[in-house]
């Protein structure tokens, strides 16, 4: 695949502290939050293809769910996450293909992949809506994408208090991520052909973070 495209997108701007910071955080505490999404990692990544493409491929945490000697096409814009990401990827025997762009300009051709996965990303995309619409124009017919995400709790529970309380320091600290996003809404709206959802609460200290959906939306 060439990378052919040129699409707006808006800049993504390396903050030195903040990345280094993330690139550290998600490689220590990976393995226990990959752990607690596993039985939804599961199901929604089963049987990928050997061609992926993930948005926001962070240090690798999604890489155990794809074939050995399979490639990843990579789309990650924090430098800071390259080198972990690259020594994971090689460790596991993946080719990487690592694109440092946002997830709202791949710049991958129209209809051109199978199948595009994410996790704990949709919350960080400055445009939502722009990056679904992205997947639907780089899917081919029938392609899939396979998400499992964090999201805004219900009103009135004491999760949702804390997500108010903890939006902008959160945000801060995980370089815009936002813990109030109705992502299910978001996908169930973007034009996919079929939208299958299963909403499920994790029990971490990252309270903000439990309330997830993890789904499967085909092209």
Not at 15 to 23: P, S
Request: net charge positive.
């Amino acid at each position: 695949m060439t990378d052919t495209t040129q699409r707006s997108a808006p800049a993504f701007h390396q903050h030195r502290g903040r990345g280094a910071f993330n690139a550290a955080f998600f490689a220590a505490a990976g393995p226990y939050l990959d752990g607690a999404q596993r039985p939804y990692k599961r199901t929604v990544f089963a049987e990928l293809p050997r061609v992926v493409v993930e948005l926001g491929s962070g240090v690798g945490a999604n890489l155990p769910y794809l074939p050995t000697g399979g490639t990843l096409i990579a789309i990650e814009p924090n430098r800071s996450m390259h080198a972990r990401l690259r020594s994971a990827a090689a460790r596991r025997g993946i080719r990487l293909d690592l694109r440092e762009r946002t997830a709202e300009d791949t710049g991958l051709p129209d209809g051109s992949v199978d199948t595009v996965i994410s996790s704990l990303v949709l919350c960080t995309v400055t445009h939502p809506e722009a990056v679904l619409a992205e997947v639907r124009r780089i899917l081919r017919p029938g392609g899939t994408f396979r998400f499992v995400e964090h999201v805004v709790a219900a009103d009135g529970t004491p999760t949702r208090a804390a997500q108010r309380v903890l939006r902008r320091p959160w945000a801060w600290t995980f370089e815009g991520c936002s813990c109030e996003r109705d992502l299910e809404g978001a996908v169930r709206s973007a034009g996919f052909a079929e939208v299958v959802v299963k909403r499920y609460r994790l029990h971490t200290p990252f309270v903000p973070f439990n309330p997830q959906i993890a789904g499967i939306a085909r092209a």
